[in-house]
């Protein structure tokens, strides 16, 4: 999953960060209204964390801007301001949360979680096709009710495709989507191939009744056999 804080505090912007690294999470980070603008633009997030006071502008600008693109769910508004108005008037553009500064790590690790779970899964942590069951809190999976151990970026890809299950997933979203801006910087999609190639052989070693077919040059679909 991927995410990106907006907040120009360095401080507080690197607990963050290596609070959800930790919780396996995918990080990109905007330390200004210019940068996190070109980011929401470019790219698609499974949740944003979204300061107010920021260098260049201001936040509810940068959700009023999601909110035109259709891109503001699974924001948290994360600001020292207390006012009654801002959480309102954030709340209203389409903030899924407000947490005010300071707040405990922990806490904004659970409503991370409670946010993705109510919008991208349901409300439920584990997802079941097929005979593949997958914890997202645990990030374990088992395979005929047997567990099967999958590396970070395995895990990753099969996350997204189970989630995107019987539809057509483009190479560039699926890069994009786990590795992020590393994507951008690789030449070709070896670093995808490979993971794609492990997962696959993981799965027919296990007897799964999913499937990852090719889209020739395009990307993948996975479906249930």
Same mark, same amino acid.
């Given at each position: 999953?991927?995410i990106l804080v907006?907040e120009?505090?360095?401080?507080l912007?690197g607990v963050?960060?290596?609070? @959800?690294?930790?919780?396996?999470? @995918? ?5 200004d209204f210019e940068? +996190?603008?070109?980011?929401?633009i470019?790219?698609d ?9 920021l260098p260049?502008g201001?936040g509810? =600008?940068?959700l009023k ?13 994360i600001? +020292?301001? =207390?006012s009654?108005?801002d959480k309102?008037q ?5 903030a899924?949360d ?5 707040f ?6 659970a409503?991370i979680?409670?946010? %993705?779970r109510?919008k991208a899964?349901?409300?439920k ?6 005979? !593949?069951k997958?914890?997202l809190?645990?990030?374990?999976v088992?395979i005929?009710?047997?567990p099967v151990?999958f590396?970070r970026?395995? %895990?990753d !890809? ?8 019987n539809r057509l997933v483009?190479?560039t979203?699926l890069?994009?989507?786990?590795w992020?801006a ?5 030449n070709?999609? $070896?670093?995808?191939?490979?993971q ?10 296990? $007897? ?5 077919r +090719?889209?020739y ?6 479906? !249930?056999?």
């Amino acid at each position: 999953m991927k995410i990106l804080v907006i907040e120009d505090e360095p401080e507080l912007l690197g607990v963050i960060r290596q609070s @959800l690294q930790k919780e396996h999470f @995918l990080v990109e980070e905007a330390p200004d209204f210019e940068t +996190a603008i070109r980011k929401i633009i470019a790219y698609d997030y499974d949740c944003i964390l979204l300061d107010i006071m920021l260098p260049g502008g201001n936040g509810m =600008d940068i959700l009023k801007e999601l909110k035109t693109m259709r891109k503001a769910d699974n924001v948290i508004i994360i600001s +020292a301001n =207390d006012s009654l108005d801002d959480k309102v008037q954030g709340l209203n553009l389409g903030a899924d949360d407000y947490l005010t500064k300071p707040f405990h790590i922990a806490e904004l690790n659970a409503r991370i979680r409670s946010v %993705l779970r109510r919008k991208a899964f349901s409300g439920k942590n584990i997802l079941e096709l097929g005979n !593949v069951k997958l914890d997202l809190d645990e990030r374990t999976v088992s395979i005929r009710d047997t567990p099967v151990a999958f590396n970070r970026k395995e %895990l990753d !890809v099969l996350t997204y495709f189970m989630l995107n299950h019987n539809r057509l997933v483009l190479k560039t979203a699926l890069a994009e989507h786990v590795w992020g801006a590393y994507a951008d910087e690789a030449n070709d999609y $070896e670093f995808l191939y490979s993971q794609i190639k492990n997962l696959r052989r993981k799965l027919n070693e296990h $007897e799964s009744s999913l499937e990852i077919r +090719a889209v020739y040059g395009i990307g993948y679909k996975m479906q !249930v056999i």
